[in-house]
């Protein structure tokens, strides 16, 4: 199994560009995140997923889009790129959450560097 | 929101001694989950605790929960030089939301 996938690894972006952040995973959980994480500053939560279909802001979502059309798949996209957005992300999944404390797991981040 | 710290933000021993670190919390938790971080990777689950417990062991990891002071703690016994990454604590909410991480504990260990 290869258990969350993120794609593309690394990417380099110009101000005011667009792009989209593939996160697959193939453990049939119906929880998926995705996280910013930045120097000093841990793991920020930007939007989750309870399901296919449905998407939930976390503590930093604005300048960024999520769409979870199929239950295996959590994208994030950002519409007009900014250097503030230059972070690494990472996706994860969980079978629960919350109160049950599902066991989180992550891919292996994707490096995103606006300019 | 529920907000995280991590005591002490980096630690550096000697292979063979043990390390602690510590995660506080401000609000009700159901549960607490410890996470490891490789250098460059993604994070890896170690270990979780509820708040009915106050302690639990894996190998050579003891978690301890103290839900009176909104605290946790994660011993890493007899340490190894393949135990050098950053630790992190989750809070799992009373409520059906978000996940919370601490800040991290980044944690060297000398061969």
């Known amino acids: 199994n290869a258990g969350v996938t993120q794609t593309p690894k690394f990417r380099v972006l110009k101000t005011g560009q667009s792009m989209t952040l593939l996160c697959a995973q193939d453990m049939n959980h119906e929880y998926m995140y995705w996280y910013r994480q930045d120097p000093g500053m841990g793991l920020r939560l930007i939007h989750y997923s309870v399901g296919e279909g449905t998407t939930a802001k976390g503590e930093v979502p604005d300048g960024y889009n999520v769409s979870r059309l199929k239950k295996q798949n959590f994208l994030l996209g950002l519409e007009s790129a900014a250097p503030s957005q230059t972070s690494v992300y990472f996706c994860?999944?969980?079978?629960?959450?919350?109160?049950?404390?599902?066991?989180?797991?992550f891919g292996e981040g994707s490096r995103l560097t606006v300019l | 929101s529920q907000q995280g710290e991590e005591d002490p933000q980096a630690l550096s021993i000697q292979e063979g001694e043990n390390a602690t670190m510590n995660c506080s919390y401000k609000?009700?938790?159901?549960?607490l989950q410890w996470y490891r971080q490789n250098s460059g990777r993604g994070l890896v689950h170690l270990i979780l605790i509820r708040s009915n417990e106050r302690e639990k062991h894996s190998g050579r990891l003891r978690v301890t929960l103290d839900t009176s002071k909104k605290s946790s703690s994660l011993l890493i016994t007899a340490s190894r030089a393949a135990d050098t990454a950053s630790y992190f604590c989750?809070?799992?909410?009373?409520?059906?939301?978000?996940?919370?991480f601490g800040q991290g504990t980044i944690l060297t260990v000398h061969p």
């Open positions: 609000t009700s938790i159901n549960n």
């Open positions: 989750e809070m799992g909410g009373t409520s059906y939301g978000k996940l919370t």
């Open positions: 994860a999944s969980s079978y629960s959450m919350g109160r049950r404390g599902g066991e989180l797991f």
